[in-house]
């Protein structure tokens, strides 16, 4: 089945850096946008960044734009989302998801990604 699996997270001081990953399987090699949405306690899932597998092109969540990088690495298969200067706001569980297309516009719409990963926790202390 083809997938997605999310590493990465943990436990951080606000100020702090992390880098999350997600790794893909063969079946999301071709044609494959990926995203990082967000979820924290009691809000609704909202997106951070999404990246084009195959040209890196890339769409940034306007409030994070600042402190977010997404990259892609061809020849391991996994895409990473550099976070800096993290607040305890950025406290959620970071969710990898995929989306199959043919489509050069990368989309930030959620509903637009069919495969999810289980989701990694990143916790900013205070």
């Known amino acids: 089945q083809a997938h997605v699996k999310e590493s990465g997270g943990g436990l951080v001081q606000a100020g702090g850096s992390l880098r999350l990953s997600c790794t893909t399987s063969?079946?999301?090699?071709?044609?494959?946008?990926m995203a990082w949405f967000r979820q924290a306690s009691g809000k609704e899932r909202e997106v951070v960044a999404a990246?084009?597998?195959?040209?890196?092109?890339?769409q940034i969540e306007y409030s994070v734009k600042d402190r977010v990088a997404i990259l892609r690495d061809n020849v391991n298969k996994t895409v990473s989302l550099q976070m800096n200067s993290l607040t305890p706001e950025d406290t959620a569980v970071y969710y990898c998801?995929?989306?199959?297309?043919?489509?050069?516009?990368?989309?930030?719409?959620?509903?637009?990604?069919?495969?999810w990963g289980q989701g990694t926790q990143v916790t900013v202390s205070s």
């Open positions: 998801a995929a989306r199959e297309t043919s489509e050069l516009t990368v989309t930030l719409r959620a509903r637009e990604y069919g495969i």
């Open positions: 063969a079946q999301l090699f071709d044609r494959v946008h």
């Open positions: 990246i084009s597998w195959t040209n890196s092109l890339t």
